[in-house]
């Protein structure tokens, strides 16, 4: 029988490229938008319904780069530079990790995601076990590209370094298991240019081509890292991943904070994807990244959060307020409108993901992926949606989260997450990590 639902008394914003805010339903049928606007009689016929009270309903957020395996490691390394922050923390407790604490991280993740209006994601996990991502989102009902990470010998930290055979072995092993699903699905992430070898990146790029996976790695986030690239390649960060063959529509370059105007264009004429994470560029020093000229050019611009030990939070709304301030600063108070902002965190996080025909905006056909937003004091009167959205709302205004038709977060509770059961697991499983990891 056909699962209804409707969504009624509403201010539909179905589309963040307009501006139009249209006053009526959403009628949902087996995870899929049907109508929007007015609705007829009969198609309230069996439907479950939701008063939405004259909240604002929007497409659901997409970030495209969070370190779901980070989570429980939320403020152990703060204030440091980059380099210092991942070899004397990150990487040992990476490298530290069970499966019950993968999941556990995963599952804290989650519900910071959903609570906040995530409703897909493309993760950066390790080494090891990032099949256990695909076990939590599966779980908690969220949709996701999971980046397997890749590191070699090369990489700076043996007990991370994984033989690129195994490392190979390991995604053929998920693809069999996860392959044919409708909403996660895998994705190939060598760290950055220095994690492994130039002959093992180009292995990997060939693997992830094979079998139709997105690239995802992190590139030119630190002036010391482009530095080294330079130092140990002779070429300059994307520059050296482009002679690779690394650069165009599948690959997603995360921060591109350093980049020089030749690599912005070498970008723009491959159609490579950027990923933005403006919060942990602040917190790590890292620099303001030129969005600007990135948006300028015609490039596909997406938001992230990163991971927890580099931001703490993993909210959507704050990132996007960051982006668009951030760019002020560089060029003008009239740089980057927040309708623009809010296309990246929805329709430019699609794109990037390769679901722009199925997330994004709420168009009949499309997938039933929405947020619905409460007015707080801080909103009010808030004529412009995508101003609201950018510069007044923020993550706690989520009154509701639904991913697929089905509602994963309501006003105030996670409905696929024991939030009780979860905060104990956290403790426990964050206190046996740091120690296996030796640092408690």
């Known amino acids: 029988m056909t699962r209804k639902i409707l969504i009624h008394n509403a201010r539909i914003w179905p589309d963040p490229t307009l501006d139009k805010v249209l006053s009526g339903s959403i009628l949902v049928e087996d995870g899929v938008v049907r109508k929007v606007g007015a609705i007829d009689p009969e198609d309230r016929t069996h439907a479950e319904t939701i008063d939405a009270q004259g909240r604002l309903v929007m497409p ?13 490691m939320r403020g152990v390394a703060e204030d440091l530079p980059l380099l210092r922050w991942l070899r004397e923390y990150i990487w040992p407790l990476e490298a530290a990790h069970d499966r019950e604490s993968l999941r556990i991280s995963a599952l804290l993740a989650c519900a910071a995601l959903i609570r906040s209006g995530t409703t897909a994601v493309m993760t950066f996990e390790t080494v090891r076990g990032t099949d256990v991502a695909f076990e939590v989102l599966s779980e908690v009902g969220l949709m996701g590209h999971i980046s397997h990470c890749f590191m070699d010998d090369s990489g700076g930290y043996a007990p991370l370094a994984v033989p690129l055979s195994d490392a190979f072995r390991t995604c053929e092993h998920i693809l069999q298991q996860w392959g044919g699903h409708p909403d996660l699905r895998l994705a190939i ?21 094979e079998n139709h996976l997105l690239l995802h790695t992190h590139a030119a986030e630190q002036r010391d890292e482009v530095e080294e690239v330079q130092r140990r390649t002779g070429y300059s960060n994307v520059e050296f991943l482009d002679r690779l063959g690394i650069l165009g529509p599948d690959v997603c370059l995360v921060h591109c904070v350093h980049v020089r105007p030749p690599e912005i264009a070498r970008m723009a004429e ?5 990923i ?8 790590l020093g890292s620099g303001i990244a030129p969005i600007t000229e990135y948006v300028e050019r015609g490039l596909t611009v997406s938001l992230g959060a990163d991971g927890a030990p ?5 909210d959507a ?4 307020r960051a982006a668009a301030l951030l760019q002020k600063i560089r060029s003008g108070p009239s740089a980057l409108p927040a309708r623009k902002i809010v296309e990246m965190a929805t329709i430019g996080g699609a794109r990037t993901l390769r679901w722009d025909h199925e997330i994004g905006a709420l168009r009949p056909g499309m997938r039933a992926n929405l947020i619905m937003l409460e007015s707080s004091w801080q909103v009010v009167p808030g004529e412009d949606p995508a101003g609201s959205v950018v510069y007044a709302h923020n993550s706690e205004d989520v009154c509701l989260t639904m991913v697929n038709g089905k509602v994963l977060y309501r006003d105030g509770r996670l409905l696929t997450i024991d939030e009780d059961c979860l905060r104990r697991d956290v403790e426990v499983q964050r206190r046996l990590l740091f120690q296996r990891a030796g640092l408690r």
């Open 310 to 314: 580099c931001n703490n939070r993993l």
């Open 276 to 283: 933005h994470c403006p919060s942990a560029n602040l917190k």
């Open 317 to 320: 709304f704050t990132e996007m």
């Open 189 to 209: 992430a060598p760290r950055f240019a220095l994690s492994s070898t130039p002959e093992n990146l180009k292995e990997v790029a060939r693997f992830a081509r």
């Open 60 to 72: 659901g957020l997409v970030q495209t780069h969070v370190h779901l395996c980070q989570t429980l």
């Open 270 to 274: 491959t159609d490579t994807r950027v």
